[in-house]
Nanobody, 122 residues
């Protein structure tokens, strides 16, 4: 029911910033929690941030607190991840996901984008 497409990844120096975008299809966008996850080579997919359905809350992982922020534009059916003060450890493929509730667990999200690569050089 939901098709997600990420964009905005790239190569950036440590300390730099990137803004990731996720465009969602369908008129039911507002009914889903939208999450960002990331996966580095050899690592499991980890939670980054979530914007809950109905705008109830946002939550950002401790590892990126104070550096990353999530936002939504309902008119554009899009969700964004603003990433500041990037570190080499942030290097990963970043995925947008949609689920029925704003959890931190990847298995709770039914729909996923294709991922966008973020590489932070030191």
């Amino acid at each position: 029911q939901v098709h997600l497409v990420e964009s905005g990844g790239g190569l950036v120096q440590a300390g730099g910033s990137l803004r990731l975008s996720c465009a969602a299809s369908g008129r039911t966008f507002s009914g889903y929690a939208m999450g960002w996850f990331r996966q580095a080579p050899g690592k499991e997919r980890e939670f980054v941030a979530v914007f809950s359905q109905s705008g109830h809350f946002t939550h950002v992982a401790d590892s990126v607190q104070g550096r990353f922020a999530i936002s939504r534009d309902y008119a554009k059916n899009s969700v964004y991840l603003q990433m500041n003060s990037l570190k080499p450890e942030d290097t990963a493929v970043y995925y947008c996901a949609a689920g029925s509730s704003g959890t931190t667990f990847a298995y709770d999200y039914a729909y996923w984008g294709q991922g966008t690569q973020v590489t932070v050089s030191s």
